[in-house]
């Protein structure tokens, strides 16, 4: 998986925005996050965009790219 910097995409917008705008141009379906975001995060941002926002607990501190963001093809 490669590992890309903030400074790679375009972000514009609030906090959920750059996060979706993340999401659509590495071509991301789903959009895995903690529990306690769900006190910020806008997920009718995410529906509009046709992301699957997904709120778990995540248990290992090494996980991977591909859980947090799962990309087509890619």
């Known amino acids: ?3 890309k910097k903030s400074s790679d ?5 609030n906090k959920n925005e750059k996060i ?3 999401c ?4 991301a ?3 895995l996050s903690g ?3 769900q006190n ?4 009718a941002i995410f529906s509009d965009s046709n992301i699957f926002l997904q709120f778990d607990i995540i248990h290992e501190l090494n996980i991977s790219l591909e859980l947090i963001f ?3 093809g890619k």
């Open 1 to 3: 998986t490669p590992i």
């Open 40 to 43: 910020y995060i806008d997920s």
């Open 24 to 27: 659509k141009q590495t071509g």
């Open 9 to 13: 995409f375009q972000l514009d917008g």
């Open 35 to 37: 529990p306690s975001a």
């Open 20 to 22: 979706v705008n993340i």
């Open 70 to 72: 799962k990309l087509r």
């Open 29 to 31: 379906t789903h959009y």
